[in-house]
């Protein structure tokens, strides 16, 4: 895919996504090609296959009355335009031209109320009969309006030719008419607090992104690298780090890059990544991430990632990427703006002329209202504060450990009634371990175990990691297998290769996979141990050939001790329907159920099984999440409204397939989300209604003609900034 990135720094908010995106598609064909993140002021152009070079897409922008430019990831740390730089040709007014002009307008507006106070000697004076002020003071008026207006003029220019009137053609309309009717101070005050909202708006968005870009800075930019041909360890750059390369992390270092402890001992913090509140042991063998921070002893690390590829990247990413699936309210505000604005001018039009046809109202009166409503009805409020909450709630998820995958899966956990829960790993640790070996037909333990680790060894199936550990623990190889199958939710098959066994094909798996093969029959013995074994909480195995039973093995899980408290806390937020699905048999079911604290539950489930359970779910007009590992159950996880994987820091497939990857394997995540999510959806709410009060009042206050536009620029600055700050509100702390 030819991507092809811009920083486009007019871009501030949903309105000039709109009007970029209409500009854009008569070039690129379709919307899909396109990815804006306002946040950033990035644009994402995918140009694979199209006769369009970036010049023309720069061209696009231009009739837009913005500007475009190459982004280049080298300087993405410059602090000019909000964590992304463009290329090294922007000038310095490029860069600060808004701020320069926002000063400069604030400058002339107060000297000329300065020139007002001198020839009438008194403060209040320059606040009254504007239209009286000596040419002086008139004259730096105007010259403060062109200076507050002239980066949205253009915009507001496009606006007018494209009949599509949005907020900066409202605020042109707005400081023109005053100019016109003689009110040179108020007019010019409404260009630079029009300004000046418009540079505290780009700080605050510019914060919100700076949320996300923090999340990349918490890995280090060099590596101490140990070569033998160096006696002390080398710096060096993360991005010239090779895999496979031994690193040295000292106590406090944080990590660079993700990697497996080679030697040494260790805590490690992982709460930046994971959320989790206690430090991790790792010791040989452990898997380490970039990011986290090594509490106590020294480590040697072998890197087995790229800088740009480890875990803390690709959610940094994701978050970024998770801007362009925009949430259903922040759809639903732009269509709401889009209606929004152009009645608000009509409204002021019908106020201007209306009162003084037919009601005998005074021409310049009602025209200075109508004004008024112009600048009232600014949707700056509305449009910026609902994206902001949304990257916001964003942020603090990946914070807490809460991958998001975009606004739309923010919004979902809020509306759940239902939780379909996979039982390994879920529910339990997913580190079942063999508790017990049962050889039948005088077959040894150690032959066994060969066989059934043979059988498991390409499955990621938890119950065929423990097998294989278990028989790699006592020392003892597996055997050599060819044509090796895995059958989903039952077990695997393949020809063994020895001397007893000549290639005959050999089975392992469940009672149900016995079943279903047929022919081979089950001894009272071995109907005496699975009768035991159903007593217990854990799984049992069965190895097999075409004749007999070879063996039978008994697994066991241990329930996470969060389970049973997260199920309650989840129950007490009005999630109503909780069931666990199993492939394990009924009563084995039961008693994890039991333990859990899961009221019902779902036993011998095929992969499709769950599924159809979930779909079932669905059907029944719930609104479901599903949780599982992410792997062995994404179709179900696909089939539900919210898809949750767990314990997804080391797996890159469970952050690829869920809608949420919860990175550590805390269940008590799941209930954080869900007032996670009522929380951003209630502060939006909260701003939507704070924003849209405040116009309605002013809109009475017109009415009776008691508004100003004094008062109403500064109460159209204020709700925005307030709303926004609101919004903001979400990146502290945890809940």
Not at 607 to 633: C, H, Q, W
Request: proline fraction near 5%.
């Amino acid at each position: 895919m030819a991507t092809t990135t811009f920083i486009i720094r007019e871009m501030d908010c949903s309105e000039e996504v709109s009007v970029l995106t209409r500009a854009l598609i008569p070039v690129v064909g379709q919307e899909d090609r396109l990815a804006f993140d306002p946040l950033q002021r990035k644009l994402h152009v995918d140009l694979s296959g199209l006769a369009v070079t970036p010049e023309q897409i720069i061209e696009a922008v231009a009739r837009t009355g913005m500007q475009a430019e190459r982004f280049q990831p080298a300087l993405a740390n410059c602090s000019c335009c909000g964590g992304g730089c463009a290329t090294s040709k922007s000038g310095f007014w490029q860069r600060r031209g808004r701020e320069l002009l926002c000063a400069a307008s604030g400058v002339l507006w107060a000297l000329g109320l300065l020139l007002m106070m001198a020839e009438h000697g008194s403060f209040l004076a320059a606040f009254r009969e504007s239209g009286a002020a000596p040419a002086p003071a008139k004259l730096l008026w105007v010259l403060a309006a062109l200076g507050g207006v002239w980066h949205v003029l253009p915009k507001a220019l496009h606006s007018l030719r494209s009949l599509r009137p949005d907020m900066n053609l409202l605020m042109v309309l707005a400081v023109a008419g005053a100019m016109a009717i003689g009110e040179y101070s108020e007019g010019a005050s409404v260009a630079f607090l029009f300004a000046l909202a418009n540079q505290l708006e780009s700080w605050s968005v510019a914060r919100a992104g700076n949320a996300i870009q923090a999340l990349m800075s918490l890995a280090p930019d060099t590596a101490l690298v140990l070569s033998p041909f160096s006696p002390a360890p080398v710096a060096t750059r993360v991005e010239n780090v090779p895999l496979g390369t031994l690193v040295l992390v000292r106590p406090g270092d944080r990590i660079p890059l993700d990697g497996v402890v080679r030697s040494g001992f260790s805590a490690v913090d992982q709460s930046p990544i994971t959320g989790e509140s206690m430090p991790v042991a790792k010791q040989a063998g452990d898997a380490v991430f970039a990011g986290t921070i090594n509490a106590e002893g020294a480590l040697e690390v072998e890197t087995t990632k790229p800088a740009s590829e480890s875990t803390l990247a690709r959610i940094m990413r994701m978050v970024e990427q998770a801007q362009s699936k925009r949430a259903r309210a922040v759809q639903w505000v732009e269509k709401f703006a889009a209606v929004y604005t152009p009645v608000m001018i009509g409204v002021a039009v019908l106020l201007a002329v209306a009162p003084p046809l037919f009601f005998g109202g005074q021409w310049d009166r009602w025209f200075y209202e109508a004004l008024v409503i112009l600048v009232i009805s600014c949707p700056c409020a509305l449009v910026i504060s609902t994206p902001v909450s949304i990257v916001a709630g964003l942020a603090s998820a990946a914070r807490n450990g809460v991958l998001i995958k975009g606004g739309v899966f923010l919004e979902v956990p809020a509306t759940l009634n239902a939780v379909a829960l996979d039982k390994t790993g879920t529910l339990t640790h997913g580190r079942p371990t063999v508790t017990e070996v049962n050889t039948l037909g005088g077959i040894s333990e150690e032959r066994l175990l060969g066989i059934a680790a043979a059988l498991e060894s390409r499955s990621s199936h938890p119950l065929a990691k423990a097998i294989v550990r278990h028989t790699a623990s006592l020392g003892i190889a597996p055997a050599q297998i060819e044509e090796a199958q895995s059958r989903p939710g039952l077990g695997a098959q393949g020809r063994v290769q020895g001397r007893d066994d000549q290639g005959r094909e050999h089975f392992i798996g469940n009672l149900r996979f016995l079943e279903e093969f047929g022919g081979v029959p089950l001894s009272e013995e071995l109907r005496g141990i699975l009768a035991r074994h159903e007593q217990s909480a854990g799984t049992a195995i069965l190895v097999w050939d075409s004749e007999a039973v070879l063996g039978c093995m008994l697994l066991e899980d241990k329930v996470r001790p969060q389970s049973k408290a997260a199920l309650a806390v989840l129950k007490a937020l009005g999630v109503e329907t909780i069931v666990m699905l199993s492939g394990d048999n009924a009563r084995t079911a039961a008693k994890i159920a039991s333990e859990a604290g899961v009221p019902e539950y779902r036993s011998d489930l095929l992969p499709e099984d769950k599924t159809r359970a979930v779909e079932e779910l669905v059907r029944s007009g719930r609104r479901v999440a599903m949780v599982g590992d992410g792997i062995n159950d994404a179709p179900a996880l696909a089939a539900a409204h919210l898809g949750v994987a767990m314990g997804a820091i080391g797996t890159d497939v469970a952050i690829e397939t869920a809608d949420v990857a919860l990175m550590s394997d805390d269940l008590s995540k799941l209930p954080w989300l869900v007032r996670h999510s009522r929380r951003t959806l209630g502060t939006i709410k909260a701003n939507i209604g704070f924003a849209l009060a405040i116009k309605a009042v002013f809109l009475l206050l017109a009415l009776f003609q008691v508004a100003t536009l004094w008062t109403a620029i500064l109460a159209d600055m204020g709700s925005s900034l307030l709303v926004i700050f609101n919004g903001l509100r979400l990146l502290r702390g945890k809940e």
